[in-house]
Every structure is written in structure tokens, then in C-alpha cells.
């Protein structure tokens, strides 16, 4: 059972590139989330999805698109990276909004140069 | 403000038990509180939950306070492996601070 898959591991982006990171579960969960994370502090909310097709913004919405097509990918877009994208993100799923236990992925870490 | 308070850094002794508290003090009635950890270089792992009462399981304990503005993670006996990053949050609000960095001594 793989849980939650995230992909790539690393990334280095120049300034202003667009990359896509993975998130794939395996769980059947519903709801899934994005989280970024830099140095030294905690993890803050950037989009999340309640089912396919349903997105909705959170904490730090800006510079990042997501869309979610089917219930097991949920992908987080960055368009024209910049050097405040520096951070590592994970990618989180749960079965029930309610207790919502979150799963989360490995991240990715990824420096934009 | 809704979010939880924890203290930056705790430091604990192996094989000895570890009290975490944690404080939300604006919690409402059907907000649960969670406690995740996260080990180095690593995501965050679930470690448990609670509601009112106290609970429970393979990995801790949580002590709910009777007020539930506050609650106690608490670790029997604190391994090496034990040393993370230890998250309290609120389910309505799912904001991870910058919690607790538990540092176990051998």
C-alpha cells in the first residue's frame, strides 16, 4: 500500500520556469490538500480538494494553480517561479472531513534560483 | 486568534515520559484536536486525536482538559526516535504552527 506518492523528490527551477508537482494516493481519499513548508516553521495551507473537480484556495494561494481531474491526483502547478517558492511541499489526504486524519506524502523539495 | 500554542523546544531524557501541552484556548465544541509529529526530513505522521476525553494508543496519550482549552501529548517513555517536531492542531482550522521540537537525550 503506497499511500501518498509525491513526485519529484528535488527540483531546482530558474527563475520564472513552470513546473508541475505530483501528488498520487492510493487511499480512495476524497479530500486532498498542498502544503508548503519553509525552514524552521510549520506547514501552511495552499490549496485543497474535497472530491474531483472541487478545488478551493487556502492559507497561501498565489503563484500556485491545482486541478483535480480524477479522486487519486491531485497535481499543484507553479507558474513563473520565483525565489519565494523556495520550500519543501507535501501533498496530504484524508478520508472524512470531519475527523480528518491527514496522510502525508514524502515531499518535494524544490529551490528556485 | 485561532490558532494553538505550543512551546518552541522541549528536551527529555530516553526511557523517561514526556508531557506536551498545547493551549487553544478558542477551541469550539466539535473541534477536535490532533497531534502529528514530524521526524527529520520527513512529512508529518498522524500520532492521535481527541474530542473531550482522554484517549489512548500504540504510539501515545492525549490528556483533554475538562475546559478543552488545552490538552497534553504525552509519550510513556520517550525513545531516540522519538526526537521530531510534534504538531498540535485544531480539525476546524488545520494550521500547523511551528509546534514543538522534542530533543531526546540518551
Known amino acids: 500500500n503506497a499511500g501518498v506518492t509525491q513526485t519529484p523528490k528535488f527540483r531546482i527551477l530558474k527563475i520564472g520556469q513552470s513546473m508541475t508537482l505530483q501528488c498520487t494516493q492510493d487511499m480512495n481519499h476524497n479530500y486532498m490538500y498542498w502544503y508548503r513548508q519553509d525552514p524552521g516553521m510549520g506547514l501552511k495551507l495552499i490549496y485543497y480538494s474535497v472530491g474531483a473537480g472541487i478545488t478551493d484556495k487556502g492559507e497561501v494561494p498565489n503563484g500556485y494553480n491545482v486541478s483535480r481531474s480524477t479522486t487519486e491526483d491531485f497535481p499543484l502547478r507553479l507558474e513563473l517561479a520565483a525565489p519565494s517558492q523556495t520550500s519543501v511541499y507535501f501533498c496530504?489526504?484524508?478520508?472524512?472531513?470531519?475527523?480528518?486524519?491527514?496522510?502525508f506524502g514524502a515531499g518535494t523539495r524544490l529551490s528556485v534560483l | 486568534d485561532a490558532k494553538t500554542t505550543q512551546p518552541n523546544s522541549m528536551e527529555s531524557n530516553e526511557e523517561e515520559p514526556v508531557h506536551l501541552p498545547c493551549n487553544h484556548s478558542t477551541i469550539s465544541g466539535t473541534d477536535y484536536i490532533h497531534w502529528y509529529r514530524q521526524l527529520p526530513s520527513q512529512g508529518p505522521e498522524y500520532v492521535i486525536h481527541g474530542l473531550t476525553s482522554n484517549v489512548n494508543n500504540r504510539m501515545a496519550s492525549l490528556a483533554i482538559a475538562e475546559d478543552r482549552k488545552s490538552s497534553t501529548l504525552i509519550l510513556h517513555r520517550a525513545t531516540l526516535r522519538d526526537a521530531a517536531v510534534y504538531y498540535c492542531i485544531r480539525v476546524n482550522d488545520m494550521r500547523f504552527g511551528a509546534g514543538t521540537r522534542l530533543t531526546v537525550k540518551p
Open positions: 496530504a489526504s484524508s478520508y472524512s472531513v470531519a475527523i480528518n486524519i491527514q496522510y
